[in-house]
């Protein structure tokens, strides 16, 4: 019975390893101090959501140091390499299956995307502290079958300065890892990626500008997205590479599709319908078109019950009319 029941664990999981016919209705997990419960996972499988991005962090403590520190016991546990497995393995017990998204933080909230060094040493220095830390989480996307691993997120100016050293990383993760491979490239970024074909997926953290207006409509926000759209559909082609979502998401708030990528703690008012008319826009205009893989939505707090709600204007969809247009386009898009 025992033997069995490991059996049946690893064919769970070797099935969520295997690419979904479907898109890729996804959440981005956010990391706790705490394991992830059954009572986690089940918010998740309420809105139809397939797949979670879990994201482990990587720190710098000072701008310009090319030095990366991970996996310590001063980390949350969700943010840890113990953690990690721990959430994947939850998730996938429960059919849910997973990207693994190691992620840097930066002294400060310092923009990723503007990362450099100062000298030749210290970018040295960086490039083999990254690979030591992608490395050690690529290994453990191939100890957990994980269905996609994100070797990067909004790094722009490390990929420009260090093309080669990106090519090489790439080829060092294949060696691990068996799965499919992407990069998350910020929404202003992506044009300029340059190893997209060595890749499986275009990768968007998909803030783009829609609107200007307080409460966009869904109709103008599905006009703004036209010619985003339409640039984002001919590098599929180009590269002949479908696209995912790493990140699509907005707050709840005034202005919502203005600048979505702001997080600062500004005092915008709520607005629910707001954020609800831009997710209802992304659905309409990508989920249904099959160059489009699906994406991960940002963010979603493990404790549900208490995250989000009608008096919150931050990203998560938890507890607002947002949550509900997610549960219904998912479930149209299993």
């Not at 290994?139 to 420009?160: N, Y």
């Not at 696209?243 to 005034?254: I, N």
């Not at 991960?296 to 607002?320: A, C, E, L, M």
């Amino acid at each position: 019975m025992k033997k069995f029941g490991v059996v049946l664990l690893l064919l769970l999981q070797w099935g969520c390893a295997v690419q979904k016919a479907g898109k890729i209705n996804g959440v981005s997990f956010v990391g706790s101090r705490e394991a992830a419960s059954q009572a986690h996972v089940d918010a998740l499988l309420d809105i139809y959501a397939d797949y979670a991005a879990v994201m482990p962090f990587g720190f710098i403590r000072e701008v310009g140091s090319p030095e990366i520190i991970f996996d310590t016991d001063r980390q949350w546990f969700g943010e840890t390499r113990q953690g990690a497995r721990q959430y994947i393995e939850t998730l996938q017990q429960n059919g849910v299956s997973v990207m693994l998204k190691p992620q840097l933080w930066i002294w400060r909230g310092v923009f990723t995307g503007d990362l450099e060094m100062a000298s030749e040493a210290d970018w040295k220095a960086l490039e083999a502290s990254y690979s030591r830390f992608i490395l050690n989480f690529a290994d453990l996307a191939e100890e957990t079958q994980v269905s996609l691993f994100c070797i990067g997120t909004e790094l722009e100016e490390f990929v420009k300065a260090r093309p080669g050293y990106w090519q090489d990383l790439i080829a060092q993760v294949r060696q691990r890892y068996s799965g499919k491979i992407t990069y998350a490239a910020n929404w202003d970024e992506y044009g300029r990626t340059p190893f997209w074909k060595s890749l499986d997926f275009i990768g968007i953290d998909a803030y783009f500008p829609l609107s200007e207006s307080r409460e966009p409509g869904v109709e103008e926000l599905r006009e703004g997205w036209k010619k985003w759209k339409e640039d984002i559909h001919a590098l599929s082609l180009a590269v002949g590479r479908p696209v995912l979502f790493t990140e699509y998401g907005y707050r709840s708030m005034d202005y919502t599709a203005k600048k979505p990528w702001l997080v600062d703690r500004n005092q915008e008012r709520v607005n629910l319908q707001a954020q609800a008319n831009a997710k209802t826009a992304l659905f309409e205009e990508f989920w249904g078109e099959d160059w489009f893989a699906g994406g991960f939505v940002w963010k979603w707090f493990i404790h549900h019950p208490v995250s989000g709600g009608p008096g919150d204007n931050r990203f998560t969809p938890q507890n607002k009319p947002a949550q509900e247009v997610i549960r219904t386009y998912y479930r149209l898009h299993q």
